[in-house]
């Protein structure tokens, strides 16, 4: 077995034998997961008490605060904002912070992120794709675009970031727009899509209007990713992650901007609303068209910047959702596959109204056409992730077109396989209705 990192990022797609899912020091792969994503984020955690001189105080003042949040009627999406204003540091800071020496967060923040985390992991249900391993796979590849932020370096220009487990701070010449000098942003970012499907129903938001479920009287619209939210924040607000939040946040400043990170990055992983969509696309342009200039002297610089870093961060996590169609082939032919199985199984449980087989050739062409390969350019011409924006647009191409070549037998194989391994999952359409209603 390798590291952690290794389970994550490359060995997602081998077939793996009884003692390779013994792990590492025994652990199963969800334990390995877990404590990968403990690893990631408690090293973010520690950036930010750093990026603090290591102060960290009791927060009971914040308390007030903290409970004001999600409550009053107002649904997260409401929450959402256009324009997040991101923290600025000088020069001498950042260079400061560059000789800091790595502050430990503590045993008792680093049990509770373990608990955390872990007690994450089982609010995610057995989906084939929707599930876990989804969630840290996503985190990963935001990990890893954070990691490849490109900064200008006096000596050559443009100079990729850190490639590995740390995240440059310096961010001189703001090519990130402010995103990688802040570690709370970086931090929020990754946490995010760590919670982002938590308790997915294993349908899209269209089959649970069909269904009347009740969170759609609740939400309305973007029914999942807002369940998502608000079933991690509530926990991380209880009593016993009190430490943990402590490392996060220390001001009210803090705990908003924390807040309303976490509340764009999910939301912006319900890629099927048209209306959002159309908000997003709206967004781009105004930020990266030649037309930001007028904004810039009508909005003030560090308002273009924050509108700027805001849309990113938020194609960021769009496209680490589906970051499996940017990556290896055999990486995106199992999530494809695993993507089918969880379709197929909605509509053999009466959960979707047709056999999504006949179409799923076609319709991965369009995704990668109008979706994922539109998605993979905009990385590359916002110019923020240096060379991994030309990873994932060449992968796109490269898998658009594998896929052209084998997909209709693909298909085949995966609805065979299917039925030979859930023969007895023959539910009519309609029986569980009901039960999903209750």
Known sequence: MGTLDEEVETAESSERTEEDEQGIEGMNKTERLIEWNVEVLASLLEQIVG????VVN??????????RIGVGGKTVLEEFTPVIPLKRFDTEELERRRRTITVDI?????SQLR????TISGMYPDNAFHNFEHASHVTASVKKLLARIVNVDDRNGLAASVPTNSVDLVDLAEHSYGITSDPLTQFTVVFSALIHDVDHPGVPNAQLVTENSRWVRVYKKS???QKSVDIAWDMLMSDEYAELR?????TEEELLRFRQL??????ATDIADKELQALRKDRWETAFSNADSAAKLSDGYVESEDRKATI???HLIQASDVSHTMQHWHIYKKWNERFFRECYVAYRQGRADADPSPNWYKGEIGFFDYYVIPLAKKLQSCGVFGVSSDEYLNYALANREEWIREGEALVQKFLAKFNEQNAELTAPVGTLIGKLQE
């Open 58 to 67: 009791q927060i009971q003042s914040l308390s007030n605060t903290e409970k």
């Open 262 to 267: 976490v509340v764009n990055t999910v939301m």
């Open 246 to 250: 402590a490392c996060i946040y220390q």
């Open 223 to 225: 029914v999942a990713e």
């Open 51 to 54: 990026s603090r001189g290591g």
């Open 312 to 314: 990113v961060i938020e």
């Open 106 to 110: 503590g045993e008792e923040a680093r």
């Open 115 to 118: 608990n955390y985390i872990s």
